[in-house]
């Protein structure tokens, strides 16, 4: 556990429009890593805040006929409501207009002039009101658009304030190569070393052309640089600059010693990891250790926007499916620094998928069921009992999840912690349905039960900690349902899982409502008419809903078969990395038998690999006899999230298709080893 003080930011948003979901991931994304933070028992600060002034602002308080104070405050509500609903628990909500921040923004013009740094001129040239930027002609885009926003710009000729940026080339690239991670991904900060090579020209920090911003110190006539004014914002929620001793939320989180992490998009990269560090440089503050600038959120593979009517603001999808949910959607989505897609269908797939079928029915069949019906409700005592292997693949399994994500949490790669996460609620969900303990129980089989029961249950208390940055709420909820109390983190106390064994046994568990209540066809329509996603608008919706419902299934559905009919193909082209995420894998089916009680399972077991056959449920025992498949090489899709059926959990799926006339599992043509990546 690191004692070492944690500081770590969003940027602080245009107030001209209200929070989308574009916003949220990245205010989600700082909350989950100040929450693991705070879990680690360390000292953790997390601001976020608004960005009231400059000429966007202004112009869009004159839109709506208001003074721009009036319309700030008017739109300061929203975004702190959105952060509420979302369960973002900032420390601080920092507001450019406020007096704290207007003086430290002030002070920090002062030390800049004091080092010489600042000299008056004329600036003429183009500015982008949309990006708050000034570009040289060579950068527009044809037609005068800001290459960024591919807004037009505005020719701008006034009396100017420049700061002397061009002066800090040399110290930039020589802090660039002292600190190799400053700034994250590498391609970005390799992007960002090779634009300050290109040399610095100095950059104008006031203008005298409009009024809605902070006066310069020594010329009231002049206001501050939108950008100086905002970047100052990280210090000044924390009472800096100012002299060591008199602030002690800045000596604490921005001193030498605290690790201050600046989470960006990668829009607003180059404000942070070059003019930034060189104002700090210029008034002889410390950096930031590290600016991670995340990539862009796409809708159904098209920038947000208002004209194009698909702009998600997030309160309406967590009415919907519940704050937690939303914030694992968003992580689980997007590589953190790439750039990803929202989509209906998708967040409805993961919620059916990996939360209902996957961690919820985990928590449901072992505390509602075996544990209630067979145990009294009451964590058993396993003490006396040796683990079997079976047991030990679990605990396993849950050490290496728990290290793999803090490590990703740590190298901020919340995607990639999800990963872990789910990695090992796949094992827990599989032991499960190994040892069967519904057999056991019937069997009587008790000291067997007990054990698999207590397994099940620490695996969901070291679950119910894992998830507690992403899902405050979830996790909650579960250690209501196994007996224990919410996590409080606090300074000094490292409550990440370590131990196995800890669940005390006689805790009384407490079965309570579904974690992840599963919606029917009928609910997700209801659901997808709220949220105005349903309708003329987007016709092939229902198709694609059902498709996703049955994502998870192990066989081809009606609908997804109906879609490869004459030219229901879907439309739009998809990235190859895209295709990519699918995994899938050349199989060789070890054994296949019919499911009891269903007229169209098969279970079969397939080598891909992997130490152990795979499980996987299949649609087609009407087409196909065991016999037939034993044996055969088949295109499994291994990294499909596990689904439960009958009783039994399907942990993939067989490439099938179907016409009119017949049904055909996909064979390999010629033998291969098993395990192969098809693509
Ligand atoms: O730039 N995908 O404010 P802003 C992912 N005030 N992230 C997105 C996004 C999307 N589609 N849209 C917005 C400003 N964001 C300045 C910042 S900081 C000192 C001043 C997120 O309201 C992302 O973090 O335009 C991006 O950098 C930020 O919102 C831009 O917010």
């Known amino acids: 556990m690191s004692d070492q003080a944690y500081y770590i930011t969003t940027p602080i948003y245009y107030v001209n429009d209200r929070p989308h979901i574009g916003h949220a991931y990245t205010t989600v994304a700082t909350d989950v890593l100040a929450r693991f933070a705070r879990l680690r028992?360390?000292?953790?600060?997390?601001?976020?805040?608004?960005?009231?002034?400059?000429?966007?602002?202004?112009?869009?308080?004159q839109k709506k006929g208001l003074e721009p104070q009036a319309f700030v405050d008017s739109m300061a509500a929203p975004f702190q409501d959105a952060w509420t609903h979302l369960r973002c628990a900032p420390d601080d909500f920092i507001r450019t207009t406020e007096a704290r921040h207007r003086e430290k923004a002030q002070a920090l013009w002062r030390r800049l002039e004091e080092a010489g740094d600042v000299y008056l001129g004329e600036y003429e040239g183009w500015y982008s009101v949309s990006s708050e930027q000034f570009f040289t002609e060579k950068e527009l885009l044809p037609g005068n658009l800001d290459p960024i926003s591919k807004k037009p710009v505005e020719k701008v000729r006034e009396q100017s304030y420049f700061f002397r940026l061009s002066q800090y080339t040399d110290r930039l690239l020589a802090w660039y190569d002292a600190h190799p991670g400053f700034v994250q991904p590498q391609g970005r900060f390799n992007e960002v070393k090779s634009f300050v090579a290109g040399g610095l020209r100095d950059l104008s920090i006031s203008r005298t052309s409009f009024r809605w911003g902070i006066p310069v110190p020594s010329a009231n006539d002049h206001v501050m640089y939108v950008w100086l004014d905002a970047l100052t914002n990280y210090m000044s929620a924390l009472g800096g600059p100012t002299e060591p001793g008199s602030a002690p939320l800045f000596d604490q989180f921005w001193g030498e010693n605290a690790e201050i992490t600046h989470i960006v998009g990668k829009d607003i990269l180059r404000f942070h990891a070059v003019y930034w560090p060189a104002f700090l440089m210029s008034a002889g503050l410390p950096l930031p250790t590290r600016i991670w600038a995340h990539g862009w959120l796409t809708v159904d593979g098209e920038k947000m926007s208002k004209s194009l009517g698909n702009f998600i603001p997030p309160e309406p999808l967590v009415d919907a499916f519940g704050a937690d949910v939303l914030r694992y959607y968003l992580m689980r989505e997007l590589a953190f620094g790439q750039d990803g897609d929202f989509s209906h269908d998708n967040l409805f797939a993961r919620y059916q998928g990996e939360l209902a079928n996957g961690l919820g029915n985990l928590l449901r069949r072992m505390?509602?069921?075996?544990?209630?019906?067979?145990?009294?409700?009451?964590v058993p005592d396993v003490t006396s009992l040796p683990n079997t292997e079976e047991e030990n693949v679990v605990i396993e399994a849950a050490q290496?999840?728990?290290?793999?994500?803090?490590?990703r949490l740590t190298a901020v790669a919340p995607q990639k912690a999800l990963d872990a996460i789910w990695e090992f609620v796949a094992v827990a969900n599989r032991y499960v349905d190994r040892t069967a303990p519904w057999a056991l129980a019937k069997e009587?089989?008790?000291?067997?039960?007990?054990?698999?029961?207590?397994?099940?249950?620490?695996?969901?208390?070291?679950?119910?900690?894992m998830v507690w940055p992403f899902m405050p709420d979830k996790s909650d909820m579960m250690r209501a349902q196994l007996g224990l109390p919410a996590l409080s983190p606090a300074a000094g106390a490292d409550l990440w899982p370590a131990e196995w064994g800890q669940l005390p046994a006689g805790t009384q568990t407490a079965p309570g409502d579904a974690l992840f209540p599963r919606f029917d066809k009928k609910q997700q329509r209801d659901i997808r008419v709220?949220?105005?996603?349903?309708?003329?608008?987007?016709?092939?919706?229902?198709?694609?809903?059902?498709?996703?419902a049955d994502k998870s299934a192990a066989t081809p559905s009606k609908s997804t078969a109906k879609k490869a009919d004459g030219n229901a193909i879907e439309s739009g082209a998809i990235e190859f990395e895209d295709f990519l995420k699918v995994d899938l894998r050349v199989g060789t089916i070890q054994s296949?038998?019919?499911?009891?009680?269903?007229?169209?399972?098969?279970?079969?077991?397939?080598?891909?690999?992997?130490?152990?056959?795979?499980q996987v449920l299949a649609g087609i025992s009407k087409h196909y006899a065991p016999e037939q498949l034993a044996g055969t090489q088949v295109v499994v899709v291994a990294n499909l999230k596990p689904r439960t059926m009958m009783g039994l959990t399907s942990h993939g799926m067989v490439l099938a298709g179907s016409d009119e006339q017949a049904f055909s599992v996909l064979r390999v043509e010629k033998p291969i080893k098993p395990g192969t990546r098809v693509s």
């Not at 709220?530 to 996703?548: F, T, V, W």
């Open 41 to 61: 028992g360390r000292p953790a600060r997390m601001l976020t805040g608004l960005d009231e002034h400059g000429l966007k602002v202004e112009r869009a308080a």
């Open 367 to 378: 505390v509602a069921s075996i544990v209630a019906n067979n145990l009294g409700g009451t």
């Open 400 to 407: 290496a999840a728990a290290k793999k994500t803090a490590e």
């Open 444 to 465: 009587g089989n008790t000291e067997r039960l007990a054990q698999v029961a207590y397994t099940v249950l620490e695996s969901l208390r070291w679950l119910s900690i």
């Open 530 to 548: 709220k949220l105005g996603i349903d309708g003329d608008k987007r016709k092939d919706d229902r198709a694609r809903e059902n498709a996703s």
């Open 592 to 614: 296949a038998e019919p499911v009891k009680k269903s007229n169209k399972l098969l279970r079969l077991l397939i080598d891909i690999g992997e130490p152990e056959p795979r």
